[in-house]
């Protein structure tokens, strides 16, 4: 293991996400136990004005679903991250499979931007599908969340490229000596 600036940096760096991570399971798994993703949550968090009396069981089904597979596709992000902080620890920066793990952080931020973005309409659309016509509900926004999640995407995507032909060019440089 190197024991150069990055390195020690990507370690500290790799132990705190490490950290969140755990932090983040337990309290998931406190907020289940203690009931959370309750119809309760779920009419706090979706306050339309056409919410109905008794939301539909796959509504919320769905909902949970959703809210269950955004968290874990969040866990999937932070372990891809701490994964490309323990190769940069390593000494592997710049190396094809650690630029492939930035790849993968970014297009698990694009998937979770488009869960963010999609998700609001989804459920509203599911809760209010079951009332009367002209009592549905049908609300498309972006907020900053989504769009900064877009933005992050994009960034370690491009991020990932620019690593993926850096190792290419020290391999070709490795050819040559």
Do not use: H
């Not at 991250?81 to 650690?98: K, M, P, S, Y």
Request: glycine share 6%.
């Amino acid at each position: 293991m190197q024991d150069t600036l990055i390195a020690r940096r990507a370690r500290q760096f790799e132990w705190a996400t490490i950290g969140l991570f755990t932090l983040l399971v337990v309290a998931a798994v406190i907020a289940i136990v203690d009931g959370g993703l309750s119809v309760a949550d779920l009419r706090e968090e979706f306050d339309t004005k056409n919410f109905p009396e008794t939301p539909s069981a796959w509504a919320v089904i769905l909902w949970r679903t959703i809210e269950i597979a955004s968290y874990a596709l969040l866990l999937w992000v932070l372990w891809c991250v701490r994964g490309w902080l323990a190769a940069c620890a390593n000494g592997d920066t710049f190396q094809i499979d650690t630029a492939r793990r930035v790849l993968r952080i970014g297009q698990g931020l694009l998937a979770l931007a488009i869960v963010e973005i999609v998700s609001n309409t989804v459920i509203i659309l599911a809760l209010t599908w079951n009332n009367p016509a002209g009592q549905r509900t049908l609300s498309i926004a972006i907020d900053g969340g989504g769009l900064f999640l877009l933005l992050a995407a994009a960034l370690l995507t491009m991020f990932g490229y620019i690593q993926s032909e850096a190792a290419r060019l020290m391999a070709e440089n490795r050819e040559f000596i």
